[in-house]
């Protein structure tokens, strides 16, 4: 364990429970995706149920803070997402305008009329 991981992960002792089932998780089996002057972000697994918890852990001289995350994400994925380019307003405004133009909603839309009017 880094001297890094080492200092918050005495600190915090989380005290969170698992949000799925409610057990305690294993500071000891946290792994640290990125590291800030006074937070972390931090991949926890569950050793009960093998949910995963992404949670920032920030750190101040007084108190040690938690906000989390359920995620199916495994520490891999969170790895391979963080290293990908942004998506900007331009590619939100570009997949919307490329799915009006195709009617893809419509398509969908219609598809999911017939299934019904089939179970009737």
């Excluded at 989380?14 to 998780?25: D, G, H, L, N, R």
């Excluded at 792994?31 to 920030?58: G, M, Q, S, W």
């Excluded at 990908?84 to 305008?97: F, K, N, P, T």
Aim: hydrophobic letters at 35%; charged letters at 25%; proline letters at 2%.
């Amino acid at each position: 364990m880094s001297s890094s991981q080492d200092s918050w992960s005495q600190r915090i002792k989380i005290s969170t429970p698992c949000p799925a089932c409610s057990t305690s998780f294993d500071v000891l089996h946290a792994k640290v995706i990125e590291t800030y002057p006074d937070a972390h972000l931090v991949h926890f697994t569950c050793d009960k149920c093998r949910n995963a918890l992404l949670a920032v852990v920030a750190l101040s001289s007084d108190a040690t803070q938690t906000v989390g995350l359920l995620t199916d994400l495994s520490y891999e994925d969170v790895l391979r997402f963080s290293k990908m380019q942004m998506i900007s307003i331009e590619d939100v405004v570009d997949a919307h305008e490329y799915f009006e133009k195709k009617g893809w909603a419509n398509a969908f839309l219609k598809r999911k009329k017939q299934k019904r009017k089939k179970k009737q």
